[in-house]
């Protein structure tokens, strides 16, 4: 909920940045939606990990 890295085993099967890494860059965006996944996208937005989100409609909707 807060935006907190959560150890998990597949974080080790899975090539990326570091998450301080995406704060660094002035523009990062994240492409997922399904209401099944808002509380993942709202503490990634929480976080400031990414600048821009692409979503459906509902996800968005939550999100206001």
Do not use: F, W
């Not at 959560?6 to 492409?31: E, F, T």
């Not at 399904?34 to 509380?39: N, S, V």
């Not at 990634?44 to 509902?58: F, H, M, N, P, S």
């Amino acid at each position: 909920e807060k935006g907190e890295p959560v150890d998990h085993p597949l974080n080790h099967c899975v090539m990326s940045l570091a998450h301080a890494d995406l704060k660094a860059y002035p523009i990062s965006i994240l492409a997922s939606g399904g209401l099944t996944k808002l509380p993942i996208i709202r503490a990634i937005l929480t976080a400031g990990y990414v600048t821009r989100l692409v979503t459906d409609e509902q996800v968005a909707e939550a999100l206001l």
